[in-house]
Antibody, heavy 129, light 107 residues
Framework: EVQLSESGGGLVQPGGSLTLSCGAS????????MGWVRQAPGKGLEWVSS????????DYADSVKGRFSISRDNSRDTVYLQMSSLTAEDTAVYYC??????????????????????WGQGALVTVSS | ENVLTQSPGTLSLSPGERATLSCTAG???????LAWYQKKPGQAPRLLIY???SRATGVPDRFSGSGSGTQFTLTISRLDPEDFAVYYC?????????FGQGTKVEI
């Protein structure tokens, strides 16, 4: 059974930093891209960042580019989100999510589906003085 | 950024009725990269549909997806009381993932 568990959320002052962790189990972690998605209070879902299975490719939403950094440790089955220069607009529940597979019938191989098939329960980050 | 616009914002229906949710993209989306999720308060999002029309594991067959190009649809054939929730479409393109703003299905 796939399980994702976020940790590291909490209250942080504006301008401060925080690092979220997401521990994974139940699947071949090094072979799966991972992402972070957030939901601010009363708002919809917003993609934040994604990282390839190897960790060599990372992508960021414009709203966090230059302030957030995603990384992973495949020896620990863990993905991280380092957040800095936080503002009130970053207050949200942050979800860790696993990329789902896509089977290409033309090649007979699986590749990244670029959708999220499993999600953690979320970590609340509150930016306030 | 490829903006996804969902309509209607709120759908008021009764159990047993059919729900049709729309997702319109500002630019064409590969059918491989369009997904739908269900979100209930206090719960993590749940994947329903990926690659436009493929149901995720364990998703009832009353949920179906269709569409191409810039127009996509999620249909719930007969609403069950547990289906009342917010639904989001999501696309991938040019190393960017975007979600629609959501459609709330309420009683």
């Amino acid at each position: 059974e796939v399980q994702l568990s976020e940790s590291g959320g909490g209250l942080v002052q504006p301008g401060g930093s925080l690092t979220l962790s997401c521990g994974a189990s139940g699947f071949t972690f090094w072979d799966s891209a991972m992402g972070w998605v957030r939901q601010a209070p009363g708002k919809g879902l917003e993609w934040v960042s994604s990282i390839s299975g190897s960790g060599r490719k990372t992508d960021y939403a414009d709203s966090v580019k230059g302030r957030f950094s995603i990384s992973r440790d495949n020896s620990r089955d863990t993905v991280y989100l380092q957040m800095s220069s936080l503002t009130a607009e970053d207050t949200a529940v942050y979800y860790c999510a696993k990329d789902g597979p896509y089977y290409d019938f033309s090649t007979g191989y699986f590749s990244s589906g670029n959708y999220f098939d499993h999600w953690g329960q979320g970590a609340l980050v509150t930016v306030s003085s | 950024e490829n903006v996804l616009t969902q309509s209607p914002g709120t759908l008021s229906l009764s159990p047993g009725e059919r729900a049709t949710l729309s997702c319109t993209a500002g630019q064409s989306v590969s059918s491989r990269y369009l997904a739908w999720y269900q979100k209930k308060p206090g719960q993590a999002p749940r994947l329903l549909i990926y690659a436009t029309s493929s149901r995720a594991t364990g998703v009832p067959d009353r949920f179906s997806g269709s569409g191409s190009g810039t127009q996509f649809t999620l249909t719930i054939s007969r609403l069950d009381p547990e289906d009342f929730a917010v639904y989001y479409c999501q696309q991938y393109g040019s190393s960017t993932w975007t979600f629609g703003q959501g459609t709330k299905v309420e009683i």
